[in-house]
C-alpha cells in the first residue's frame, strides 16, 4: 500500500510540476503534495454523471372480446441495449389487488407458464429498436385492469423505467353475416315475389273472362237479354 502510494504521489508531483509549476512551487514540502494527492483522488473518485431511461406506453387501450391486442410498450436510453437489459410485464386487476409479474425478457423471452395469462402472451419487442411490446391473445373480460411495463438497462437506473397502460375489454357487437342475409331475403322476400303476381293474375282474369263472353254472344241471345 505504501508503494502504491508513492508511486502515485510520484506520478502526480511529476504531471503538477509539469502542469502547474508555480502552484506547485509557490506550496513547497509535503503540503503541496497533500493538496495535489487530494485533487487526485477527488478527481478519480468523483462520481460520473448517471444515465436516465424513459418508459412509455398508451395510456389507454381499448378492444373487444376474443381479439388479439398489441399491448405496445417503447423506450429511449442513452446506453446501448445489451445482456443486461431486462423487460417486466405485470398486471392489476381492475377489481383491485397488488400486481404480480406474469412476463420477463432477458436475452431470452421467459413466458407464463401457468395462471390468467398462459399460452396468450407473444413477444414482440426488439430492443435494439427501443420496443419491449407484448401481445395478449383471446383478450376476455377478466383481463381489464392495469398493465405495467418495466426496462432495465445498465448502468441507466434513473429516470420513468416504468409505465402503465389501462385496458378495458368489452363484449363483441352482434354482426350480420352475408348468410344471415341471403336467408331472409330466401325465406321472406323470395315467396313474396311469387306470390303477387298470381294475386293480381286472379284479380284481372275474371274481368277478361267477362268482357271476352259478352263478346262472343249471338244477337238473339243479346236481344233475350233486354226482354
Not at 45 to 73: D, M, N, W
Not at 106 to 114: A, I
Not at 194 to 200: F, N, Q, R, V
Request: hydrophobic residues 35%; charged residues 15%.
Amino acid at each position: 500500500m505504501q508503494f502504491e502510494l508513492f508511486v502515485i504521489v510520484s506520478i502526480v508531483t511529476t504531471v503538477c510540476q509539469s502542469s502547474y509549476p508555480r502552484m506547485c512551487r509557490a506550496v513547497p514540502g509535503p503540503s503541496a503534495l497533500n493538496v495535489v494527492l487530494l485533487l487526485g483522488f477527488s478527481c478519480l473518485h468523483a462520481p460520473s454523471p448517471v444515465s436516465s431511461i424513459k418508459v412509455s406506453t398508451p395510456a389507454e387501450i381499448h378492444a373487444s372480446k376474443g381479439e388479439t391486442v398489441r399491448l405496445s410498450c417503447t423506450f429511449t436510453s442513452t446506453s446501448r441495449p445489451t445482456s443486461k437489459m431486462a423487460v417486466d410485464w405485470s398486471y392489476r386487476p381492475q377489481t383491485g389487488g397488488s400486481p404480480h409479474t406474469f412476463f420477463h425478457f432477458s436475452s431470452s423471452v421467459f413466458p407464463p407458464r401457468d395462471g390468467q395469462f398462459a399460452g396468450r402472451i407473444q413477444w414482440q419487442g426488439t430492443p435494439a429498436r427501443g420496443d419491449a411490446s407484448i401481445a395478449l391473445i383471446n383478450a376476455t373480460l377478466n383481463d381489464n385492469g392495469t398493465f405495467t411495463c418495466s426496462v432495465r438497462n445498465p448502468p441507466d437506473v434513473h429516470g420513468s423505467p416504468n409505465s402503465h397502460t389501462v385496458l378495458t375489454v368489452t363484449p363483441k357487437p352482434p354482426s350480420i353475416r352475408f348468410t344471415d342475409v341471403a336467408v331472409l331475403i330466401a325465406f321472406v322476400l323470395l315467396p313474396s315475389c311469387l306470390i303477387t303476381p298470381i294475386l293480381i293474375g286472379r284479380m284481372l282474369c275474371p274481368k277478361n273472362q267477362h268482357s271476352q263472353s259478352k263478346v262472343n254472344r249471338s244477337p238473339i241471345e243479346v236481344m233475350e237479354g233486354f226482354l
